[in-house]
């Protein structure tokens, strides 16, 4: 079967200009970003009289880049089916009250706490799925309508912190091998998967031939309805580990834990930030964790310089409009005319050349 599939960023071939110079991916640009992120984090923390480099600083990064990852993985998957998902902090927070209700304390409810959470997510993705395909709603919509029956659940039966955890479980949100948080190792482990999913499965091909152009894949042979259902239920389940993540952490299950976070329009922006396309079939892993870490590091600094929240909000801002920004400016085709315009016969306009900028 012959697929017109884009190449995710991650692994596309820089384009050589006249001139002989490679130019950078979107995803080698977000790294590079990140770089320079970091080393304005340490000028500015060494500012403030700290060090950046810290053990207790560099686990605390990891640990922001933990759950947001989580998150954004699995919104990258959706993102790049052409479809949304901002039912995420919803799922988070059922999650986290699902499994710390049946685990209540006891160790040997751990893992029957645990399926529970991930079933309960994955079924909300597979309705997420079926509502964006079968009912053709566009998934802005559709899981902000879940998302909003989610919300009316949990404010209707929790009035506030509900279920434990069991020690062994909080041990895996604060377990330590060297500086690097265990949980960031699971993330680091689920990003992996992701990728070797997009990248060599033919769900993955199928994925970014739907996000490019939902109709083409559907005449070039492909099921659409089954890659962007499976994005949805892989989104949602981690979501759903995220959530678990959370109540590891908080030692308790939280209604609110999800909305707090913000972990939409957070992952969305993660996701956009490392190059992925919004309106999808185009986009990697790789970059959306480089997103994420700059979220991280960026939201360390302005703790570390107890920048309030206001402020938080309008550096995070500024970000995605640059980023998006710089992504749009690359987009514009460069490529030189390949035959000039001849004059028009009706208007008797002179003939064009490419301009020199045309030409760069």
Do not use: K
């Given at each position: 079967?012959?697929?017109?599939?884009?190449?995710?960023?991650?692994?596309?071939?820089?384009?050589?200009?006249?001139?002989?110079?490679?130019?950078?991916?979107?995803?080698?640009?977000?790294?590079?970003?990140?770089?320079?992120v970091v080393l304005v984090g340490v000028v500015l923390a060494a500012i403030s009289g700290d060090n950046f480099f810290r053990n207790g600083n560099i686990v605390s990064v990891?640990?922001?880049?933990?759950?947001?990852?989580?998150?954004?993985?699995?919104?990258?998957?959706?993102?790049?089916?052409?479809?949304?998902?901002?039912?995420?902090?919803?799922?988070?927070?059922?999650?986290?009250?699902?499994?710390?209700?049946?685990?209540?304390?006891?160790?040997?409810?751990?893992?029957?706490?645990?399926?529970?959470?991930?079933?309960?997510?994955?079924?909300?993705?597979?309705?997420?799925?079926?509502?964006?395909?079968?009912?053709?709603?566009?998934?802005?919509?559709?899981?902000?309508?879940?998302?909003?029956?989610?919300?009316?659940?949990?404010?209707?039966?929790?009035?506030?912190?509900?279920?434990?955890?069991?020690?062994?479980?909080?041990?895996?949100?604060?377990?330590?091998?060297?500086?690097?948080?265990?949980?960031?190792?699971?993330?680091?482990?689920?990003?992996?998967?992701?990728?070797?999913?997009?990248?060599?499965?033919?769900?993955?091909?199928?994925?970014?031939?739907?996000?490019?152009?939902?109709?083409?894949?559907?005449?070039s042979g492909v099921r659409t309805d089954r890659p962007l259902v499976a994005a949805h239920v892989l989104c949602s389940m981690l979501s759903g580990v995220a959530g678990l993540?959370?109540?590891?952490?908080?030692?308790?299950?939280?209604p609110t834990i999800g909305s707090q976070g913000s972990y939409d329009l957070m992952s969305i922006a993660a996701v956009v930030l490392g190059g992925t396309l919004l309106a999808?079939?185009?986009?990697?892993?790789?970059?959306?964790?480089?997103?994420?870490?700059?979220?991280?590091?960026?939201?360390?600094?302005?703790?570390?310089?107890?920048?309030?929240?206001?402020?938080?909000?309008?550096?995070?801002?500024?970000?995605?409009?640059?980023?998006?920004?710089?992504?749009?400016?690359?987009?514009?085709?460069?490529?030189?005319?390949?035959?000039?315009?001849?004059?028009?016969?009706?208007?008797?306009?002179?003939?064009?050349?490419?301009?020199?900028?045309?030409?760069?």
């Open positions: 079967m012959s697929q017109t599939v884009e190449r995710p960023t991650g692994t596309a071939t820089p384009s050589a200009g006249r001139s002989g110079r490679r130019s950078l991916d979107s995803t080698q640009l977000v790294w590079i970003a990140f770089v320079v990891l640990t922001l880049t933990s759950t947001l990852g989580f998150v954004a993985i699995g919104q990258t998957l959706v993102i790049l089916g052409g479809s949304l998902d901002l039912s995420v902090p919803f799922v988070i927070s059922l999650s986290s009250l699902v499994a710390g209700g049946i685990m209540a304390g006891q160790t040997g409810n751990v893992v029957p706490g645990v399926l529970a959470a991930l079933a309960v997510s994955g079924l909300i993705g597979l309705a997420n799925g079926l509502i964006v395909t079968r009912l053709h709603v566009h998934g802005f919509i559709a899981t902000l309508g879940t998302g909003l029956i989610v919300s009316g659940f949990l404010a209707s039966n929790y009035q506030g912190s509900s279920g434990s955890a069991p020690r062994s479980f909080q041990l895996w949100g604060i377990s330590l091998i060297g500086p690097v948080p265990v949980s960031t190792l699971v993330m680091l482990a689920c990003a992996g998967a992701a990728v070797l999913m997009l990248r060599r499965s033919r769900l993955g091909h199928q994925l970014y031939a739907v996000g490019g152009g939902r109709e083409v894949a559907r005449m993540l959370l109540l590891s952490r908080t030692s308790v299950g939280s999808g079939g185009r986009g990697s892993i790789v970059g959306t964790l480089g997103g994420v870490a700059i979220f991280a590091v960026l939201d360390n600094v302005m703790s570390v310089m107890e920048v309030n929240s206001f402020l938080r909000d309008v550096v995070r801002g500024l970000v995605i409009v640059v980023a998006v920004a710089v992504y749009a400016r690359r987009a514009i085709p460069r490529r030189p005319t390949r035959f000039p315009l001849h004059a028009s016969p009706l208007t008797g306009a002179p003939a064009t050349t490419p301009s020199s900028q045309e030409r760069a």
